[in-house]
């Protein structure tokens, strides 16, 4: 009687341990959306007020592919030789074999795993016994609770966000070569006027010069010019050594010796029409770094799932054959061959609580991933603001700039006139040339800022810059 009552007890024990198990085991988390993770990780964020769920609103402005909207020949050159011979390309390529690897790895453990063991030895071998022999045995986990099929997930996450980090990488190689090349066609230009302005001061010097010698002009007024002419001798030089950097600095990115080789043109391209407003905020889960980031939170998930997973049982079937025979010792028959079935169950029964410390620590990393997914959005959300309100503000400075350039080159076409009828000399020619060098200089520098913009935008929407 107590032997019976011992044994249910025993027995209910036993079911609820497994009922528990796998209850557990039901819970397997699945892969979570951006919506979900963003309102977990931003539960008390708002969505800033010029994004919208209006779907409709799109256009060239904001598609894939922007690198060709600039519509520049040369560019698009450099960014496919790049692509090609930029030594970070053949990182980037390393790491994607590397994350395809990760995703074998963990998927090889859903198959059967077949090992084979041999012995050939004589009468006077290392143990006398003259045995010979093999045995090939396979040996195969049942995924009853999911385990391994969630490692795989949890791989197949981990090499998503390893691929959306290189796609990160890839798009700051174009951005930042495309932005390097306009500035390196602007500091092309700038140190051409600069050079002229030099040339203008010294001539102004010259004549203030010739002035002095027949008592036009003070020597105060001549020591002013001939130091006006040195320093714009020094800002040619420093103009020419820029120019020579940025260069170089391209030239480096496309993967060339770094020799400082003059670009073919240094013509910019037009700023694109302005973004259209309400964009929509899941243009944002294009981000390399969003995807990424939510990614690295599944992943985490998963990897916690799996080490709860690591607390139920382990089953396996086995099967295996094998052939026996010694020189010495007389065996059934003479040599002697096996197969057979079977199965085993491993279970944890204690393990010093190493299991579940591995589970507290997996659900830190867990958690710890999900703020940072909030942080990386915020930061998305962030750059938007600053490139949007950025190119606004620059677009409408290079107006502005473009308005003191064309009267300032107005002015020099008075000023030639007045030089053609004897109104003025020479002297007021050179500082207007001068003047309507330095305004050029600034609105060249305006439009270079506002492509800059452009680019730092398309980068904040995310997209890719080639279709």
């Known amino acids: ?10 027995t209910l024990m036993v079911n609820a341990l497994l ?15 951006s919506k979900e993770l963003t309102e977990k990780s931003l539960p008390s ?29 040369e560019l698009n050159e450099l960014v496919a030789e790049a692509l090609k011979n930029n030594p970070d390309i053949r990182v980037m390529a390393a790491r994607r074999s590397q994350s ?70 890839r798009l700051s190689l174009i951005a930042t070569l495309t932005k390097s090349v306009w500035l390196a066609r602007n500091l092309q230009e700038q140190a051409n006027l600069a050079n002229q302005n030099a040339l203008a001061a010294n001539k ?10 027949i008592g036009a002009s003070s020597p105060a007024e001549v020591s002013a010019a001939v130091i006006s002419a040195a320093q714009s001798k020094d800002a040619a030089l420093n103009a020419a050594q820029t120019r020579d950097q940025a260069l170089r600095a391209v030239e480096v990115l496309v993967g060339r010796y770094p020799k400082a080789q003059a670009l073919k043109t240094t013509d910019l391209p037009t700023l694109p029409a302005p973004v259209s407003a309400g964009l ?13 980031a939510e990614a690295r939170v599944n992943s985490a998930f998963y990897l916690a799932d799996e080490k709860r997973l690591a607390r139920l049982p382990k089953i396996s079937l086995t099967a295996g054959f094998g052939y026996i025979n010694s020189q010495i010792f007389s065996l059934i028959n003479g040599a002697n061959t096996s197969f057979g079935l079977g199965a085993n169950a491993a279970i944890p029964l204690f393990q010093g609580g190493t299991i579940e410390a591995q589970i507290a620590y997996q659900n830190a990393e867990a958690q710890a991933a999900l703020a940072n997914y909030g942080k990386t959005v915020l930061t998305a959300f962030n750059d938007v603001e600053n490139a949007l309100s950025g ?25 030639d006139a007045e030089l053609q009828i004897g109104r003025i000399d020479q002297r007021q020619v050179q500082q207007q ?35």
């Open 1 to 10: 009687m107590f032997k019976n009552i011992t044994t249910t007890r025993f």
């Open 19 to 33: 009922a528990a198990m796998l209850l557990d085991a039901c819970m397997i988390s699945k892969v979570q959306t």
């Open 45 to 73: 964020a708002a969505i800033p007020s010029q994004f919208t769920v209006n779907t409709n609103v799109n256009g060239p402005q904001v598609d894939d592919g922007w690198l060709k909207q600039f519509n520049d020949t």
């Open 100 to 169: 395809e690897s990760l995703i074998d790895a963990a998927g090889g453990a859903q198959y059967p795993g077949v090992n084979a063991i041999g012995n050939v030895g004589g009468k006077s071998g290392s143990n006398g016994s003259g045995l010979t022999g093999y045995y090939i045995g396979a040996n195969w986990e049942l995924d009853l609770w999911g385990r391994v099929r969630t490692s795989v997930a949890g791989a197949e996450q981990n090499a998503k966000a390893i691929n959306a980090d290189q796609d990160a990488a």
């Open 204 to 213: 102004y010097a010259e004549l203030m010069q010739a002035r002095e010698r």
């Open 280 to 292: 929509p905020a899941d243009l944002l889960e294009r981000r390399p770094d969003v995807i990424a």
């Open 391 to 415: 190119e606004a503000n620059w677009r409408e400075r290079s107006k502005q700039l473009e308005i003191q350039l064309q009267e300032q080159k107005r002015i020099m076409r008075n000023t």
């Open 433 to 467: 040339i001068m003047k309507t060098n330095t305004s050029e200089i600034s609105w060249r520098q305006g439009k270079v800022d506002a492509l800059t913009q452009r680019v730092n935008l398309y980068l904040a929407l995310g997209g890719s810059a080639e279709k």
